[in-house]
């Protein structure tokens, strides 16, 4: 099996179990940071979005423009379930078909971690992409370099990052300024967390 179909097919197998650990993750205070960084009207693009709480719940509760994007069904039907005031699409985030310059803020949490890290580059280029000009992208990956297909809820499950130094790389060469990076312990895991802006 392709490495993204077994990241799909896992998850849709997962969806319901997933989200019902989901909460132990809190990013309160760095969504609270983002969102500090963006305009009042802004639109935004949840990447990766998986069921839709609480990042896409959290956006659209403060009254921003929500557009969520998975490729695993079963995830997006609990995020039309649980957020049905953001916008939900079926789709492959590092093949992002939006016009340019159409987001304020692009988010992306625990997903990119799912990517081949061979997509990482064009990923993050497509990010600056859709991003509007000052436009701010905030996500995580991985700390260090790891690849590995592992059981993960029951399930099979692919993952795959370079080092954060590469990673950070990756993101200037796409052209964005960073504006903070950390290595964060939340929920139990540590994940490596960049504020950038177009
Ligand atoms: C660990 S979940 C995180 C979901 C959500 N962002 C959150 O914080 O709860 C990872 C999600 O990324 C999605 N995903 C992984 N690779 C993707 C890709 N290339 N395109 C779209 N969705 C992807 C999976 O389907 C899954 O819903």
Redesign the pocket.
């Known amino acids: 099996m392709k490495k993204?179909d077994v990241?799909?097919t896992g998850?849709n197998k997962i969806a319901a179990k997933?989200n019902a650990t989901?909460g132990q993750?809190r990013n309160e205070t760095e969504l609270e940071y983002f969102i500090s960084l963006l305009p009042k009207e802004a639109r935004i693009l949840?990447?990766?979005?998986?069921?839709g709480?609480p990042?896409a719940k959290f956006l659209v509760d403060r009254g921003y423009s929500v557009t969520g994007?998975?490729?695993?069904t079963s995830?997006l039907n609990l995020a039309r379930q649980q957020v049905p005031e953001a916008e939900f699409l079926k789709?492959?985030?590092?093949k992002l078909t939006f016009p340019a310059n159409s987001f304020d803020g692009i988010v992306?949490?625990?997903?990119i971690i799912?990517?081949p890290k061979e997509k990482h580059a064009t990923l993050y280029k497509n990010f600056y992409r859709v991003l509007k000009p000052g436009g701010v992208l905030f996500f995580s990956t991985g700390p260090d370099e790891w690849e590995a297909t592992e059981n993960y809820m029951g399930t099979t499950m692919f993952w795959s990052h370079p080092p954060k130094e590469t990673s950070l790389a990756l993101v200037k060469k796409a052209g964005f300024e960073i504006i903070r990076d950390e290595v964060l312990k939340r929920g139990g895991e540590t994940h490596y967390w960049i504020f950038a802006r177009k």
């Open positions: 993204d990241v799909r998850y997933y989901r993750f949840d990447a990766g979005c998986g069921t709480v990042v994007i998975d490729f695993s995830m789709g492959d985030m590092t992306s949490t625990y997903a799912h990517v």
